[in-house]
């Protein structure tokens, strides 16, 4: 029957016949009932059923459902879709573009997904599963021997039960994902993931074709395909008959059990036997099937390496470059041409290669050698602590990680040690060590000349009995000479260097390099660049080399030391030794008479350093005895400097200009006549001899003395305090630094002094006029009465026991008489004069002078000036003129000034008196109990005794006062307390000023208007009513108790000042003060500074003077507002501010406006 549909929702039922109907569009229902149907849902969801016989289903598009059912039925979807179901027969499934779910049914049906995510289930019989398309698929294989096709996609695949195929594609769909695939038949019975979200299961047999990643695939035990693709593949079939097929890239592959086909492909590949059942051979030239041994009939193409099996294997390579592993066990391998990698991992394996066969390498992890066999390089692997032995060629030797010894034997070959603690053994000019930096501790065993430079080895040891050298590097380096001339060079480093027999060099670069050498091991020598000492050593010389300015120390034995072109110290130890110091200032240490020196004229300027008696040679220029021993030191022709030592020495210069060092008092110098201008340095105190010496000084800084002969001395001190006395002759003194004093007996001695070189003196018995040479005293000795006159500078000149007249010109001149009558005359400036035992004459000149006359009748005339005078005897005069400045009497007994005289001052405990003139006085008493009376004149009282009497008629006149005092009955008006003592002054019922000190005082002014000055704000004034008093106050002080109105504060100070009930007036400071007047009506000026004007309650009547808005002064009210902000009581009036605070209390800020005024108030 035929039967085409409608473009709606059709129906169909087919009978017995062969029917064809296909449905126009619409979600159709079509069934072919009995026979070979064809029917074709087209468009729509359709529901397509075959029933009997063979039928041929069509889903079209839209989500189709289709069954076979009973007979071998084709069922297809195109798109949307479907859900296919195979039932009974042998039924083809295919899929379409949609997500199709097909399930084949009983016996062998053969299924394709196409595209989208596909679920395939097959039933019992073998059938074929295919997902071809692009789709996510589903294909389960059910319970027969299934053939599965997965193309593309990520797919899940299940064998089901079984054995079941797979062909899988992953080169179709991953090519351009270049992911990295594992995957392992064995895995797959319990279900493993690959990459791209491929999950298989349950599968046996598999043909793989991969893409561009290096993948891996491990068959099982049937026959298994696989093609690697572009990527480094792992393969292993398995057991079966496996084709492996490498392809591109440098593949690793394994047929395991049966007769496999194994293909390389480009790049370079292996075939491995390590799971072989036994031993096995392998030819990789064989283009044929080949029998193995122990894996079976395998045909091996396109293979360029090849691993053995665990037993003993035959390996044979092409005539390209391979690589054969043996494996386990004793193998035999074979490479041919080529530069071929033989792996050796038994003692027993044996390589076979023949002269011209390539380049060849063996890499072993076992002690291995070349001999006897024509291969190049050898490689050791592992860690374990092996060796490696070379032959005839050009050998390249790799040791490991252990521990190696390497032997390139002959030929010019190259080692590399690699980590651990490597031994290394040269024997050829062209052999070289490489060793990286921190690789273990390695030491290379030379017959020839060897170096380290640039080699990271610490250990290099000469064998054989060869003249050779070794050359260390930068590391800490051991170099062991052999039984021949050897020369070691350690190079930089703190090197060991061990000569053994023979006549050895060592080249010596640290200060630290070691030096081993036995007795009687032959004369050797070292070669240093820098400080370096053989004590200890058994070796005889020493050569300094180089430019650097360094020494050279000998040992016990017989040494020869030479020095380089710069300055040495050249030390031969005990034994008689020969020192040379070639160019440079040298040093030469010597302790034994054998030892020699050698010089060469115009090699610089050189010092002996001497512990015995040494004579200079020629071309030497100093000598230095060293120790305590009573030694002696011999000069040449040149110009010496000899320097004894702490013992008794005798020095001999000889010809030239020499320089003696003394240390000793009994040293004896030694020169004849015409032997050249000779010189003592001493650095004890020194007594010239008849010694032919011209020169003296002394040395160091120690305070030292110097003396002359009778002859002409030249005499130099030190930076100490020195005395230089030359006696007799014209004598040169020079004291340098220091306080000195120099004894001058002879007109023609001079003395030499420069800018601060400390404070100088001169003693002499001769009349004498100070030097103009920075000396500043002058004392005059014995008794004849001489002069002494003293320079421009500020001098101090002391008189004799003689009448002596002393000058001291200009300067502040300080200038004292002695014992004598003698005239003393300050000159300019202010001076001081002290007369002394004698009846003296003093004159001041210009400046301000101080007189003191001493013990005698003395006359003193000050000059111009205020000067000061020291009366202790009623014969003294003082002459002064009427202009001649405010002079100062100091006398020690009662004392009435005369004309021109305004001051004087009592000493001592007496009870004394003092008197003044007609002009303004100063009087001042002692401890004892004085009258002071001053006269007329505004005189000035200081009193110390509380029984002090002070008369005085004229004048405004002050005293100060360091008791209780009172001004009754002085005559005085003002009364100032000194000290810090708590005591009080008291005045009278007149106009007074009182001041207090800083102590607490107490200030009773009486009548009149006073004037009071308070330090302290426990000071207590009492004032007598009526007068107009003020009170001064540096500190905070208040009124109340007082009767004092005013109070005025000073100073810089912020303090406060407080009235009392009266109507005050108070005064601030420039600070910042507060000011408050209590109750009364009050007149305020703050002055300067940020001042607070507080009014309390009962404030009366207030005038506020100064206030300045500038100033940021502040009026304070708060005692009236409470902190209300009451405006209205603040108004201008006129020029001011008027404050009305009720009550009759107001405030009058004069001159003042009302906005500054409001904004300062604080209410």
């Known amino acids: 029957m035929y039967y085409v549909g409608t473009s709606g929702d059709d129906t169909f039922a087919g009978g017995l016949d062969n029917d064809t109907a296909g449905g126009a569009g619409g979600n159709d229902t079509l069934s072919g009932g009995s026979g070979n149907d064809f029917l074709q849902g087209n468009d729509g969801d359709d529901d397509v059923t075959g029933g009997w016989g063979n039928d041929t289903l069509l889903g079209g598009a839209g989500f189709d459902v289709l069954a076979g059912e009973t007979g071998d039925d084709l069922l297809q979807d195109a798109s949307g879709g479907s859900r296919q179901d195979g039932w009974t027969g042998n039924d083809t499934l295919r899929g379409g573009t949609g997500a199709d779910t097909l399930d084949g049914g009983d016996q062998d049906d053969s299924l394709h997904g196409g595209d989208g995510d596909d679920v395939l289930w097959d039933g019992a019989v073998i059938n074929p599963l295919s997902a071809s398309g692009f789709g996510n698929d589903v ?43 594992d995957m392992s038949l064995a895995a797959t019975a319990a279900g493993t993931d690959i990459a791209g979200g491929i999950l298989l299961q349950n599968l046996e047999v598999i043909e793989v074709h991969f893409g561009l990643g290096d993948d891996s695939f491990y068959g099982g035990a049937f026959d298994d395909r696989f093609y690697g693709g572009y990527g480094n593949d792992v393969a292993d079939g398995g057991n079966g008959a496996d084709v492996l097929e490498g392809q591109d890239g440098n593949d690793w592959l394994s047929g395991g059990a049966g007769n496999d086909t194994v293909r390389g492909g480009n790049g370079n590949d292996t075939i491995s036997y390590h799971n072989a059942a036994g031993a096995v051979e392998v030819h990789l030239a064989i283009a044929t099937a080949q029998a193995t041994g122990g894996a079976g009939t395998d045909l091996i193409l396109d293979v360029e390496n090849v691993t053995g099996s665990a037993f003993g294997d035959r390996l044979f390579g092409t005539a390209g470059g391979n690589v054969l592993d043996g494996g386990a066990g004793a193998d035999t391998l074979r490479g041919a041409d080529g530069d071929d990698t033989y792996i050796v991992d038994d003692s027993a394996d044996r390589v076979f290669e023949f002269g011209n066969e390539g380049i060849d390498t063996i890499r072993s992890s076992v002690t291995y050698s070349l001999s006897g066999q024509p291969i190049e390089k050898l490689v050791l692997t592992g860690g374990a602590n092996i060796n490696a032995t070379g032959n005839g060629l050009h050998n390249i030797i790799t040791g490991n990680d252990g521990n190696n010894v390497i032997d390139g034997a002959a030929g010019n070959d190259i080692m590399y040690g690699g980590g651990g603690d490597d031994t290394f053994y040269v024997q050829a000019a062209g052999d070289i060590v490489e060793e990286d930096h921190h690789q273990g501790n390695d030491t290379i065993y030379s017959t020839i000349s060897y170096s380290l430079v640039g080699r990271a080895v610490e250990t290099l040891i000469l064998t054989g009995s060869a003249n050779s050298q070794a050359i260390g590097n930068s590391l800490a380096n051991l170099l062991t000479g052999n039984s021949g001339h050897n020369r070691l060079d350690g190079g930089k480093g703190l090197d060991t260097m061990a000569g053994g027999a023979g006549n050895d060099t060592y080249v010596v670069n640290a200060a630290g390099d070691m030096i081993v050498e036995g007795v009687a091991e032959g004369q050797d020598r070292v070669l240093s660049t820098v400080t370096y000492s053989l004590t200890g050593w058994n070796v005889e010389d020493l050569e300094l080399i180089g430019t650097r300015v360094i020494d050279g120390t000998g040992n016990e034995a017989n040494n020869q030391i030479w020095g380089n072109s710069a300055a040495n110290r050249l030390d031969g130890g005990s034994g008689n030794d020969i020192l040379a110091g070639g160019l440079g200032d040298d040093t030469y240490v010597i302790d034994s008479a054998g030892d020699v020196v050698v010089e060469a004229l115009n090699a610089g300027n050189d010092l002996v350093v001497s512990s015995v008696s040494y004579s200079l040679g020629i071309n030497i220029e100093h000598l230095t005895l060293t120790g305590t021993g009573n030694v002696n030191g011999t000069g040449n022709a040149y110009s010496n400097i000899l320097t004894g030592n702490a013992g008794i020495n005798i020095l001999t210069g000889g010809a030239g200009n020499d320089v003696y060092i003394v240390q000793n008092a009994e040293d004896v110098v030694m020169e004849s006549n015409g032997e050249g201008a000779d010189t003592v340095i001493s650095y004890i105190d020194y007594t010239v001899g008849a010694d032919n010496v011209e020169y003296f000084s002394l040395g160091g800084s120690a305070d030292l003395s110097i003396t002359g002969s009778a002859s002409n001395d030249y005499l130099k001190g030190n930076t100490g305090n020195n005395v230089l006395n030359g006696l007799g002759g014209g004598d040169s003194m020079f004291g340098g630094a220091g306080n000195d004093i120099y004894y001058v007996d002879n007109l023609s001695d001079q003395v030499r002094e420069l800018p601060g070189e400390g404070y100088d003196t001169i003693r002499t018995a001769i009349g004498l006029t100070m030097p103009n040479t920075f000396v500043e005293a002058l004392d005059l000795l014995g008794t004849a009465n001489i002069y002494g006159t003293g320079t421009i500078l500020s001098n101090s000149i002391t008189g004799n026991s003689g009448a002596n007249v002393i000058n001291g010109l200009d300067g502040s001149d300080t200038l004292a008489g002695g014992d004598g009558a003698d005239t003393l005359d300050g000159g300019r400036d202010g001076d001081h004069l002290t007369g002394g035992l004698g009846a003296d004459s003093l004159y001041g000149g210009q400046g301000s002078d101080v007189l003191d006359g001493g013990v005698g009748a003395d006359t003193m005339a000050g000059g111009t000036s205020g000067d000061v005078y020291f009366i202790d005897n009623s014969g003294d005069v003082i002459i002064e003129g009427e202009w001649a400045g405010a002079d100062v009497v100091v006398a020690s007994s009662s004392y009435t000034l005369g004309a021109w005289l305004e001051s004087v001052i009592l000493t001592g405990t007496g009870n004394f008196n003092a ?63 000194t000290g810090t003592a708590d005591i009080n002054a008291t005045g009278t019922s007149g106009n007074d000023l009182l001041i207090g000190n800083s102590g607490i005082n107490q200030l009773v002014g009486g009548g009149g208007n006073d004037s009071y000055y308070v330090q302290n704000a426990e000071d207590v004034v009492i004032d007598s009513p009526g007068g107009s008093d003020v009170i001064f106050s540096t500190v905070s002080y208040t009124l109340a108790g007082t009767t004092v109105r005013q109070l005025q504060l000073t100073g810089a100070q912020a303090v406060s000042a407080t009235g009392n009930a009266d109507g005050n007036v108070l005064v601030g400071n420039n600070a910042s003060n507060v000011l408050n007047g209590g109750t009364g009506n009050d007149f305020y000026t703050g002055l300067d500074g940020a001042d607070i004007f507080l009014f309390e309650a009962g404030s009366g009547v207030d005038v506020i003077a100064d206030f300045s808005e500038a100033a940021n002064d502040s009026i304070n009210i708060h005692a009236y507002t409470g902190g209300a902000v009451l405006t209205s009581i603040v108004t201008q009036a006129g020029a001011n501010v008027l404050i009305d605070l009720g009550g009759g209390n107001s405030i009058q800020v004069s001159s003042a406006n009302l906005a500054n005024v409001l904004a300062h108030i604080v209410w």
Do not use: C, K
């Open 139 to 181: 294909l389960r294989g059910g319970a027969g021997d299934d053939v599965i096709f997965s193309l593309a996609g990520s797919d899940t695949i299940d064998g089901g039960d079984g054995v079941d195929s797979l062909y899988l594609d992953l080169d179709r769909w991953y090519h351009e994902a270049n992911y990295r695939i």
């Open 915 to 977: 008197t003044g003139n007609s002009r303004n006085n100063a009087l001042t008493g002692n401890d004892g109990i004085n009258v002071l009376d001053g006269g007329a004149g505004n005189d000035t009282y200081v009193i110390q005794n509380a029984g002090d009497t002070v008369t005085d008629s004229q004048g405004v006149d002050r005293i100060y006062s360091t008791v209780s005092y009172a001004l009754g009955g002085t005559g005085a008006e003002e009364l100032q307390l």
